[in-house]
């Protein structure tokens, strides 16, 4: 190890502050929110690391990435060696280092975490694959020699993006099909810019098709090519399906249909894959927020995403409304304090009961009731209960409803003896993700329902070894 700190002097050393754009200035452009550390910034957050013996933090990342031995490779200056060797165990270092929910994950099991100041393991992660990225010598993993079988990967989320690579390096032929024309499913449609840049997601699919991954979008599995197709005419000896979980769910309350009431999804989509944010330089396909009263209803990291996108269109009042307290919101803290500071109302306690519309079908408003917090439901959080008399209208002309998703349903309707859930997931064993269709495995948001980026991507390794243990034996 190369610390030349002694443990007891490392845990002095405060953890570093991710350099942010200021939060006015932020608000209304599209430019990332976070700057990423320089390299004093992260020679000091490396040299917090007390290099223990158990690393929790390795066990607590869902894809294994090598903490321990990454840090200690930035301490010694080796920043194309730290990126490699995380690069052993993640195939999108540049997007985790952004998005993964790190107080959760690695950083929640570091033992310095006890005392509020865990490494920041995702900040030193994206310097490094920043760092990589910025000298153009990307340290791709070598592949295996090849061994002529075939599996198709359904879905270019990560949880199909992370098996591919695991999969293309055992020397297998892999060919990802997407649904839409750009590759990274929510890394590209549903997360903005301004907390992961585009370029980032396409850098990183670029050094999946240098690794030998084929990439086929504006495949519909279930309507171009079926399940069976793939397995029969089309040759393949295995499919992963990952077809996330990109169904929309809405509040099914009057005025839902009212021109101005969109889908989150449908909403991100359109600025991220349709350029709405460059409007007028193209034609925008979405309602101009400028000027207007925006309300989010849901309080995930979907709606932080929906409202700050809001406010950078231009929106004169961005709010979310959340019918439980801020202490059950499920989004990320850190989303919540940017959100905050730049500028977004939150009502919390408030139910929408009713949109309210015009004689043309826009929406002019909705009707909203303020909620108390009752004894618990079933997930443990407390259920919010109405408070009689006290409905108020609020005037908004865009609504934009973030209250989750459901699992994207086309291959499961035209592939009928693949087992699903109630709720329509796939079903699929824990360790192996075999799918009840011998030959198909299935991983990530289709089968658990809308989760994380990492966890997506922890299902499309596990899938990846046992594809390769079912290719080697032809056993199911
Ligand atoms: P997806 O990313 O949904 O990818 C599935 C892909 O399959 C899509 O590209 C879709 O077009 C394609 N597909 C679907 N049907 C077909 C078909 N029939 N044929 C071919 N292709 C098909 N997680 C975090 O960890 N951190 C965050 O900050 C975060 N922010 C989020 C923000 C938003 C707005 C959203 C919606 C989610 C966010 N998440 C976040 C959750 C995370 O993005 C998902 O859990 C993760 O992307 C799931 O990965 P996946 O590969 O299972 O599915
Ligand atoms: Fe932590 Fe995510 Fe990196 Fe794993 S991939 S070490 S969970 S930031």
Redo the contacts with the bound molecule.
């Keep these: 190890m190369h610390n030349p700190i002694p443990p007891k002097e490392r845990m002095k050393i405060h953890r570093q502050l991710m350099p942010e754009q200021p939060p006015l200035e932020r608000a209304r452009n599209f430019v990332e929110v976070n700057r990423g550390l320089d390299v004093a910034l992260a020679q000091e957050e490396a040299r917090r690391c007390l290099t223990c013996k158990t690393q929790h933090c390795f066990s607590a990342c869902p894809v294994g990435v090598q903490v321990r031995d990454f840090i200690d490779l930035v301490v010694a200056g080796d920043y194309l060696g730290a990126a490699a060797k995380i690069r052993e165990d993640n195939v999108l270092p540049a997007v985790t280092g952004r ?3 790190q107080e959760k994950q690695c950083e929640g099991s570091c033992i310095l975490s006890a005392r509020g100041e865990s490494v920041a393991i995702g900040y030193l992660e994206r310097f490094v694959a920043d760092y990589e990225r910025s000298v153009g010598k990307v340290g791709l993993p070598a592949r295996a020699p090849l061994t002529g079988k075939k599996v198709a990967v ?7 993006l992370s098996c591919a690579g695991d999969l293309v390096l055992k020397g297998h032929d892999v060919t990802v ?4 024309h750009e590759i990274g ?3 590209v449609y ?2 903005p810019e301004f907390r992961l840049p585009k370029q980032i997601v396409r850098d990183e699919v670029e050094n999946l098709r240098l690794m030998g991954v084929e990439f086929r979008t504006n ?4 309507r171009t090519v079926t399940v069976d197709e793939l397995l029969g005419e089309e040759g393949y000896h295995a499919v992963f399906v ?5 169904l929309p769910m809405f509040l099914n309350i009057p005025g839902e249909h009212l021109c101005g009431v969109y889908s ?1 999804n449908e909403f ?1 989509t359109r600025v991220n894959l349709m350029k709405a944010n460059e409007f007028p330089a193209y034609d925008n396909p979405i309602y101009d927020c400028r000027g207007k009263d925006v309300a989010v209803f849901g309080a995930g ?2 709606a932080m ?1 929906a409202v700050r996108t809001s406010l950078r269109l231009g929106a004169k009042c961005a709010s979310i409304v959340y019918r439980r307290s801020e202490k059950e919101m499920p989004a ?1 803290a850190e989303e919540v304090h940017h959100a905050k500071d730049e500028g977004v109302q939150f009502q919390m306690l408030t139910n929408p009961l009713e949109f309210l519309g015009d004689e043309k079908g826009w929406l002019t408003g909705v009707r909203l009731q303020r909620m108390e917090l009752g004894a618990p439901d079933k997930s443990g959080r407390r259920s919010p209960v109405a408070i009689e008399g006290s409905e108020h209208v609020l005037p908004i002309h865009v609504a934009i409803i973030a209250i989750g998703n459901k699992g ?1 349903p ?2 499961q309707s035209t592939t009928p003896d693949l087992a699903t859930t109630r709720n329509g997931y796939i079903v699929a064993d824990a360790e192996k993700l075999k799918t009840s269709k011998p030959g198909v495995f299935a991983g ?3 089968v658990t329902g ?5 966890l ?1 991507m922890g299902a499309g390794r596990k899938a990846a070894k046992a594809i390769h243990e079912y290719l080697q034996s032809g056993i199911w």
């Design positions: 998005v993964c929910p359904v879905g270019s989320g990560p949880a199909g099909l997407e649904a839409l499913g929510v890394l549903g997360i495949v519909v599995v279930g990952a077809t996330g979980a990109g989150a991100l990291n979907t995403d990320r994207n086309l291959v990530g948001d289709i809308g989760a994380t980026v990492i997506a």
